[in-house]
């Protein structure tokens, strides 16, 4: 039986939300803070692997995250690049992360996706989960 | 009787979350966004209220926040300067922020702030409503 | 006859740089962070020039600059912007930055910008002066 | 004979600047890029060493860096946080980062450092060298 909850000190904050809900809020964190911290940065083409592992290991940091996974599309940011401009920045385009957050009960798995159709990248909740009962 | 949502293409992403979940999701990457996106911008102290006010119409123009009160408290970022370095950058204890996302029929007040007794700047939800019902 | 400098304390890290080469170096800086911070930063369309004025107004509170002026084309931003997700976030593309740096007898002024023909958000040096002799 | 330089399309905006100067500039650019595209960031303490290594590569793969040491302190960061929030993000007195720059015939080494007699993390310039003649 799982039960990863605040600390005594910081519960009487979170008295509106159910373990459900309260996931749900730190999975939309997560995406924010990620989105935000990481565009603009730049990008070593080819140790873009090595970026990914470091960038998801420091924001699976974050109290709760029991995954966090940030993929960086080369190919979106190579487009268009010019010589000895032969680099990149992140750009919302190409992002895409997964996190899985569980607080008390819940299990929540969110995405952040560049979603064509929209033109926007998109952040969402994939899967909701009540584990342990 | 209010009802804003996701366009029509973008709904098919959302089916998990109930109305008040979504809006508890956006309240969520609305302060992890502003956290990540602020901390470490210089201000000019005494220019602060119009930075303040600046911030916080940028940030309530991302989709579903009807109010978005970003504040930065000048004195926690002043300790220790020194001449001519007479400045500072926004620091996580600095920032408190609120917000209010409405979706569908949901509408969330959630905050940002430094709690002394955390030693933490806690993100967490202040208030759910459900309205026109 | 102007002569601002660092204080006594920090003199001595500098000691390699003529007051124009400090100033140049001074500018560079001030360029790299402005982009940095700002790139991924929502805006709010019919707003931008109180945050332009407010940002502009932040980021000139770093020692030595003179005059900060921060424009961000909101036509690069919008393009290819759904609705309801009709806002956008600062890009490479939208920022127009001047900086006028004074160190010491010189006189720097720098541009971000920019430039179609390379692709690229170039940040270089537009005129150079040596005061007060 | 060294001789790394801009592409032809652009070097009409560098003509005010020496090779030597030209470097300094890019130096400072970049220190100026890498304090406002981390701080901010979360760290997880004990894989410190990966993401110093990752994000060294990354911002080296900006134009005319030859090297770039980013070292985050964990000490600095460690200070005062509390369970189970037991992550820190990157502060400015944590960053201590060491480039090197080389534009024409001038070579740059620049460094970023927290300095506890100002209580400011100062960027300077620690060597210019020209070489080739």
Redesign the interface.
Known sequence: MHS?R??K??LK??E??TD??HA??????????????????????E?IR??E???S???????FRVRTEIRINAERIRR??????D?G?I??ESLDVEVVVEYGYARVK?RLKW?D????P???????TIRGI
């Open positions: 990863r605040h600390i000190e910081a904050y979170f509106k939300l459900r809900e749900i809020f730190e999975a939309g964190i997560s995406l924010g803070a990620i989105f935000h911290q990481l565009v603009g940065m730049p990008v070593k083409l140790k090595e970026l592992s470091a960038l290991n420091a924001f699976s940091s974050q109290p268009g690049l010019t010589e000895p401009y680099y920045v750009n919302p969110a979603i159709e929209l033109g926007y998109l952040m969402y909740v994939e899967e909701v």
